[in-house]
């Protein structure tokens, strides 16, 4: 094969050699196979081409500085698959053959993981499909796991880095009971305009209110919002959001270094109280804010001046990608070393 350029990654895909995969049919999940075509073949009336039952995940596995490969709470993206799955009827693959899967894959494909240096990393992609040929408006009897990996670049290449991000109140993400909490492919087709305007308008994102009275943070674009006011760490608690395994590490790292955390509604407004603030996810970890726009009350809540992050994200940022490469211990066992 061609040399990989580790240093130009970006968050794209990359085929790699195997990719794994599990039918369940007759109430019960197969075994693992491992395959090397990167097609599907499904039936035309399956459930997840007209229904949406769909489900996935992210995580990252990580060469560490002593070229072990490391993976982090990966039985926590378990855990939400299957969560993910009681949210749209689908059956519910066991954490422990979700875990199995993650790790033939990643030992598959060990030639794909980006080398310590690079700063970047193989990003895991398993999904969950309904496979059933049906018409009627049910859920499927039968369903697919996939699971594949591709090596991602470091999200900041220019350095960690804010960005802008505008609210929209043309948009809500997902409604108050509905599936918001799930990570369902529903939710993203249904935030991509909104996501493409903000583009177009020059931010990086949307960010979302909650959408039975549009004054509550909710999520902005696909990831957790936190803010930092005085020694304190504050998220929104809501029943539209996406339970963020970054933000809820994050959670724990911020009581480590001496903050104090609180989960609760926080009003637009009180953004002007915030000292800091960020997006939090998978991707990018912590993606700090530089500005949220109010282009309807011509409002500018501002956190940072010249793309520099603040120091709590700062500080929250490497000590959380330090743990994921083996640079920090490992206090809370959050990461899988492979060996
Ligand atoms: C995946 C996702 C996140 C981030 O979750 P992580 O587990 O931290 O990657 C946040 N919001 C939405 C809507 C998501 O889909």
């Not at 909104?194 to 999520?219: M, P």
């Not at 009003?267 to 996810?281: H, K, M, R, S, Y």
Request: overall charge negative; hydrophobic content about 35%; aromatic content about 12%.
């Amino acid at each position: 094969m061609n040399e990989i350029d580790w240093s130009n990654l970006s968050f794209g895909y990359m085929k790699t050699d195997y990719n794994v995969r599990c039918k369940y049919a007759n109430g019960a999940w197969g075994e693992l196979e491992v395959h090397t075509d990167e097609q599907v073949t499904l039936h035309m009336a399956a459930t997840c081409l007209h229904y949406g039952q769909e489900a996935f995940e992210g995580l990252k596995a990580f060469r560490g500085r002593d070229g072990k490969i490391r993976i982090f709470r990966m039985d926590e993206n378990a855990k939400r698959l299957q969560s993910s799955c009681d949210g749209i009827a689908m059956a519910k693959l066991p954490v422990e053959k979700f875990e199995e899967a993650v790790v033939r894959a990643v030992k598959l494909n060990e030639r794909f993981i980006p080398p310590y240096e690079s700063g970047a990393s193989l990003y895991i992609r398993p999904l969950l499909i309904g496979t059933s040929a049906q018409v009627g408006v049910k859920p499927a009897a039968e369903y697919e796991f996939i699971l594949f990996v591709t090596p991602v670049g470091p999200y900041f290449k220019g350095g960690f880095q804010t960005t802008p991000f505008v609210v929209t109140r043309k948009y809500d993400r997902a409604a108050p009971l509905g599936t918001g909490i799930y990570k369902i492919g529903g939710n993203y087709a249904a935030s991509l305009n909104a996501g493409e305007e903000a583009h177009r308008l020059g931010y990086s994102n949307v960010f979302y209110l909650d959408a039975k009275e549009r004054k509550y943070i909710d999520e902005c674009g696909a990831a957790n919002f936190f803010g930092i006011k005085g020694n304190t760490y504050v998220t929104p608690k809501s029943t539209s959001i996406l339970p963020s395994i970054t933000n809820k590490s994050l959670m724990v790292l911020a009581e480590d270094l001496g903050l104090t955390v609180e989960r609760r509604p926080i009003a637009l407004e009180e953004l002007d109280t915030f000292d800091e603030a960020g997006a939090c996810g998978t991707a990018a970890v912590i993606s700090p804010i530089e500005r949220i726009d109010d282009l309807d009350n011509g409002k500018s809540y501002v956190f940072a001046k010249d793309g520099k992050p603040g120091p709590w994200c700062e500080k929250l940022y490497h000590k959380l990608r330090a743990i994921q490469y083996g640079d920090e211990p490992d206090t809370h066992g959050w990461v899988t070393v492979l060996d």
